[in-house]
């Protein structure tokens, strides 16, 4: 089922991605989730597991490490709901599938501190509606994925009445076409039916981080506790809610019958003893992780904090390095997983990482990360690569890491970032008609000028940026961005205001010819 779900959105990817409210050509939502699927693929394909249980907890694990950008995430939420509720039946039959369908939903809508409707969520709710009044008429499993199907499709449809952001723009939500698609590629395999979806379902496109995950930063908590629960028994749901409730940084892996948990807590003796009353315990060790940082000695002062930085273009990445980042390859188009972040914090070596995911569609991502590394992890929810490199200035790998994030994330709220790209198809953007090939200019991602050339966008936003105030003005070029050009218009941007310093650098980061950040 997961193989026909993967080959089901493949083969709608590139439609989805080409789809977006915003005209840019960024569109990566049907990525985002084929890659998640991918990730539940290559851990379970050929596998044989020796109880549902083992099964659902390798496919849901899998799933989270492998979830990128938004729909990404919220995807392996749907899947981890699923899967608890499949860890507790010995075959799938429609009752089964209906309450996997309402597992989904639950764990779907938990994770969001503040759900929005029409979007993906709004989908996944609808059809596990349908599919639990198709067992209450006495539908068979095709019956009940036929139904779930068919009104995901539909509630698809009805995203634009949700949100005036889809009306407006005169399309649908793509995150939520990637569930009903994933649902089609279910139904190809219960029913035997080849799957057919309509150009009417498949011309639609997504809503941009409508449903994003929004995590404050996070203190370190006083200690590191690690403990084995062997011969575990119990409810196994309340025993991981009780843990996420309990500390931060919460990892909770189980095997058959054992449960491992790793957990910041400032209550040990607490969250120990709980764990007792569902098994014997193993393995118990306790750090405190406060004492550990003033005890270090003067010479790996080095390794008190590190920072990570999503990035793309080679001339990015250079600058990143120079500045003392460890860099993985992701932005526009190009998401890393959550499991890249974890294997960037572990190069860093520090105990203390700051996350920089320069692009808004990769925050939520970051913001799983700290529950898979032995790490503090401080998310600074930078949303371009210029404002990651202004907000670099703020990093001192010698510093006190709470200052250090504390600066970084002041500096991260006190910039305006400013992109330049090119329309890729007509559309009507916050009530302004936008014209295929026309430039934009995106002010912390308002659109606020549409011109002929990437000179005439960057002029007009830049003359915006002035007129409000601002002491330094960077000029980041991209891949499409000649150096002749580039001091051209920072002479034209420089004429502006003599008062206003303008700095350039060559990112060469693609789809965007220009980023700018004031100060």
Known sequence: MVAAAHAALKARVARINALNVYPVPDGDTGTNMLLTLESVLKETSKKIYPTPRDAATSGARAALMGARGNSGVILSQMLRGACDVLAKKDELDAETFAAAMEGARDRAYASMRAPVEG???????????????????????????????????????????????????????????????????????????????????????????????????????????????????GDAEEFEDHVHSSGKSVLVVSQSDLVKVHIHTQDPGSIISYGGSFGRLAGVKVDDMEAQVREREPDVSEAEIGVVVASRGAGNRKIFESMGAVVIEGGQGANPSAADFAEAVQKTGAKVVVLLPNNKNIVPTAEQVEGLVDATVHVVPTTSIAGGIAVMIGFDAEGEPDEVAEEMREIAASIRCAEITRAVRDAKVDGRDVTEGAFMGLVDGKLVSISHTVEEAALEVAQGIVADGTDVITLLGGEDMFEGTLGELADKVSALDAGVEVEVRHGGQPMYPLQMVAE
């Open 119 to 233: 979007t993906m969520l709004t989908v996944i709710k609808d059809a596990a509606a349908a599919a639990r009044s198709a067992t209450k008429i006495g539908e068979n499993i095709v019956g009940v994925v036929r139904a779930a199907a068919s009104e995901a499709h539909a509630s698809v449809r009805r995203t634009p009445e949700l949100l005036a952001t889809l009306r407006d723009a005169g399309v649908v939500d793509a995150g939520g076409l990637g569930v009903a698609v994933i649902l089609d590629g279910l139904y190809s395999v219960v029913s035997g039916e080849k799957i057919e979806l309509s150009e009417e379902d498949g011309a639609a496109a997504d809503t941009p981080d409508l449903a994003a995950i929004a995590h404050g930063g996070e203190e370190a908590w006083g200690y590191c506790t690690e403990f084995m629960v062997v011969d575990f028994s």
